[in-house]
């Protein structure tokens, strides 16, 4: 289906266009400046838009950041991965690294479920599985500590 540009390319369809976003799912400001702008809405109106959305509340930085990092972390991203995705989409890196922490999440834990789930409870025997493995931790994310522990033989041992 091919989407048709807005008949009138000003503040109020702007934000309405903005809003029928926002309803699909929510989005950081440079995400949304970035789309609006492809639909060919002017920047100044753009910039108008955003701001009056970010007043009414309507558009959060904050609520954006925390809804994509429990969407990743329900994918079994890493801290590493979702913080990369999130410099991508311009958030401030002090409020990444504020949802990262208020996501109360056991990045060990969840880096050996990952791995328990990709390829099973049986450790990796030689190098080259255990390369296989570390490398597709990750890719998924994950420190090199936290791959090191989740490839390690005792599970309980830090």
């Given amino acids: 289906m091919r989407r048709s540009k807005p008949e009138a390319l000003d503040e109020p369809a702007c934000t309405r266009v903005a809003l029928a976003l ?3 799912r929510e989005h950081g400001q440079r995400e949304l400046t970035r ?25 959060a930085e904050a609520r954006f ?21 999130l410099a991508q989409r311009g958030v ?7 949802a990262l922490r208020d996501a109360d999440v056991d990045w060990l834990a969840m880096a050996r479920a990952v791995r328990l789930k990709r390829f099973g409870a049986a450790l990796p025997r030689d190098f080259r599985e255990r390369a296989r493995q570390a490398r597709f931790l990750e ?16 599970g309980d041992s830090d």
């Fill in 35 to 59: 789309k609006l702008a492809a639909r060919g809405f002017p920047a100044e109106v753009v910039a108008a838009a955003v701001a009056a959305l970010e007043s009414s509340g309507a558009l």
């Fill in 22 to 24: 926002l309803a699909q």
């Fill in 139 to 154: 890719y998924r994310g994950f420190s090199g500590d936290q791959i090191r522990a989740a490839l390690e033989v005792d």
């Fill in 65 to 85: 950041t925390e809804t994509f990092v429990r969407s990743r972390v329900a994918k079994g991203q890493g801290p590493q991965r979702i913080r990369s995705e």
């Fill in 92 to 98: 401030a890196e002090p409020d990444v690294e504020t």
